[in-house]
């Protein structure tokens, strides 16, 4: 009986954190909107600045729990710049816990309201988040023949119109490498062939569609590209062979010691413009990945294994960046729960919030 209540209580880690950044989405949402309606007749920059704030707020309650409560070490390789920058950011992709990656590296810039996301047009049906993804300038787009480059475009351009600042991520890859769904790395590793590519081990073929367009669009208006490779510690097997990458419901259950983050800085003038050759400096840089990732995890030298090759930083969030942020929000919420009217507006926000959302972006890009 011992032994189940220690299994369960290790297996409930994730329900704070879970219930807390759930818990105060309707908050949030309501925020925002209250200041979505008051800065109407405000120049379009206005908002901006304010709601990037807003998800500075709720990104960093966010990594007080990805970062400050689950207590992974984030060991950060390459050349990181500490100013904030206009970048898009390029990375392999394992799970959703990539997304959060981002985050961490954001908020050491102090750029993190600036996050924003190239998604899977699936994800637009989220409740809530999906529909504010989208307000904050996050692109959902469509695969292979259904990807609207003209959309993209236009979405982009108007962000660069208002002075948006920009931390563009990007997952070439389209979907997550996952170990145990061996047919898409094989259909993957098919692809590369028939196209005269380098095929790759620890990494999916590259699409370029969505990167090109980003770049081309706002060549003018970034600083680098930042090309970023993630490893999770923990993720081989006994035998050597790759398991599947934490979900967010395991890296809050500490099952994740140490993520290992190796940054690229890019200058735009070193990418081609011509989307064919993209395509092949894009496969290159995936290339280079591939080997970083080999050498994580086959290096046949066992001191070399789970690193990077390179000079290393164990960083640190400090409680000052994210503690606050959850007591606000943690307060607000508690407040509004207090009384049966908060209550009552608590529960409407989550219903009609996620019935004007799914309308919303099913007829507005």
């Known amino acids: 009986m011992l032994l189940s209540l220690v299994l369960h209580t290790y297996s409930m880690r994730y329900v704070l954190p879970a219930a807390v ?48 409560y689950t207590g992974v070490q984030v060991i950060i390789y390459g050349d990181l710049p500490k100013n904030k920058e206009n970048v898009i950011y390029l990375s392999n992709h394992q799970c959703t816990v990539d997304w959060i990656i981002a985050d961490m590296l954001a908020i050491r810039q102090n750029a993190l309201g600036h996050v924003r996301y190239v998604l899977k047009d699936g994800l637009k049906w989220l409740p809530l988040y999906g529909w504010y993804f989208s307000q904050h300038g996050g692109v959902y787009v469509k695969r292979s023949a259904k990807f609207n480059e003209k959309e ?40 590369a062939e028939k196209e005269g590519l380098a095929i790759l081990k620890h990494v999916l073929t590259p699409r370029v569609k969505a990167t090109h367009v980003a770049i081309d669009t706002m060549k003018d208006y970034l600083d680098a590209v930042y090309d970023v490779t993630v490893a999770y510690e923990g993720t081989v097997d006994h035998k050597g062979q790759r398991k599947l990458a934490p979900s967010m ?26 989307q064919i050759y993209m395509r092949r400096w894009l496969h290159e840089r995936f290339e280079i990945k591939d080997k970083l990732l080999i050498e994580f995890y086959d290096a046949k030298d066992s001191k070399r294994r789970n690193k990077f090759p390179g000079k290393s930083v164990h960083s640190k969030l400090s409680l000052k960046k994210t503690l606050p942020s959850l007591l606000f929000l943690g307060g607000l919420t508690a407040s509004m729960l207090l009384t049966e009217s908060g209550r009552k507006l608590y529960v409407k926000t989550w219903i009609y919030g996620t019935l004007i959302g799914c309308l919303w972006v099913s007829i507005k890009p």
């Open 249 to 274: 419901t395991e890296f809050l259950c500490k099952e994740c010691p140490r993520v290992h983050i190796f940054i690229d800085r890019i200058e735009l003038k070193d990418i081609p413009e011509e």
């Open 152 to 191: 993209m475009r236009e979405k982009l351009r108007a962000q660069m119109k208002a002075e948006t600042p920009m931390y563009l991520v990007i997952f070439p890859e389209g979907t997550r490498y996952n170990p145990e769904i061996p047919k898409v790395i094989a259909d993957s590793q098919s692809f």
């Open 21 to 68: 950044m759930m818990g105060t989405a309707p908050t949030y949402v309501l925020a925002w909107g209250a200041w979505r309606l008051l800065s109407a007749v405000l120049p379009a920059r206005f908002y901006r600045e304010v709601d990037d704030r807003l998800y500075t707020i709720y990104q960093s309650m966010v990594l007080f729990f990805f970062e400050n």
